[in-house]
């Protein structure tokens, strides 16, 4: 036995994952890393505090399993007072180890052995792996630049009899793209009409650009009953280290994630829930402060990789762009993100690793600009040497 390949057949394609390879180039290199999706701000200082005093507090064992009550109602009032939605917190909320945990789990209730799950492509990486950790298969619908519009003829296409769940992402990451309004109700007919359950990984929901706000698919007629929102409290409060996450269901679908959620964690974070209600409780104000500074961060790195030579497709939410480096007459993402650390002391990712047919993706690049201006205006400078 000890001399075969350890890891099961079905999680092979999932090995050592280009972010990791990224993570250590930008390690041993020193370069800038505007590969993975931090911020090196660090979150509102009372939402910190928060978390220090909890854990003086002796907030320190085991939450229950639907997490600490405290945070279960102030996501239940978040969703009321931001959309209008109501989930009692007692039998509808359930506090996650971040969004991941929260898409693997509902993956994990909701599907059985070869049931289909229709999802924007390209799409974050742990939804294929938390798919075939199902059993299920993931079906692309796949975004195209330059406007990474959603082709509703394309979801429907994708829809068959084996599909059970929809896996919406938006903002979007990578492509940063906000779904309109139009696009929301036309996955909203889909669902309905065809009886599947939505799952909406709204990680970015406070993170949206230009006056663009984010409209949960649960708002829409005949949605709320089949709908699972899932969000993190990682991106809107800097504070990705943390993995706390929630979602919002009715009470059958909470019971049923959360008897696969019991076997993955648990419950986690003990002294990190408390602080995350507070941050929840923050005045508008400071959601919009903060997705002001990231727009300025995304104009910032925006026009030093114009300046560059490469086509943007601007973002209109979350913490990425993806850039197109053929108009710098370069061919391949991979091979130009591996070089990019030793050539200019910068870190990106190929955007191909997120698409379900790399080479239609090839020569895309996702950057990451929720840094400090100056770390973007360094890598703007370093940019403008290739
Ligand atoms: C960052 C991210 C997550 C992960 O959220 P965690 O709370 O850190 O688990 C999930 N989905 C998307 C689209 C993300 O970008």
Known sequence: MTSTEPLVERMRGFGTTVFAEMSVLAARTGALNLGQGFPDTDGPPEVLEAAVRAVRDGVNQYPPGLGHLVLREAVSRHQSEWYGLDYDPETEVLIT?????????????????????????????????AATMAGAVLRPVTLHPPDFALDLDAVRAAVGPRTRVLLVNSPHNPTGRVLTEQE?????????EHDLWVLCDE?????????????PLATFPGMRERTLQVSSAGKTFSVTGWKIGWLCAPPQLVRAVNATKQFLTFSGGAPFQPAVAVGLGLPREHFA???ATLQAGRDLLSEGLRAAGLEVFRPEGTYFVIADIAAIGERDGVEFCRSLPARIGVVAVPAQVFYADPASAATLVRFAFCKRPEVLAEASERLSRL
């Open 97 to 129: 180890t971040g969004a991941t945990e929260g898409v693997s789990a509902a993956l994990l209730a909701l599907c059985e052995q070869g049931d289909e799950v229709v999802a924007l492509d390209p799409t974050y990486d742990s939804y294929a792996a």
């Open 184 to 192: 929301l109700q036309g996955l909203a007919d889909i669902a309905v």
């Open 203 to 215: 990680v970015y929901e406070h993170l949206t650009f230009d006056g663009r706000v984010h409209r």
């Open 289 to 291: 402060s903060v997705a």
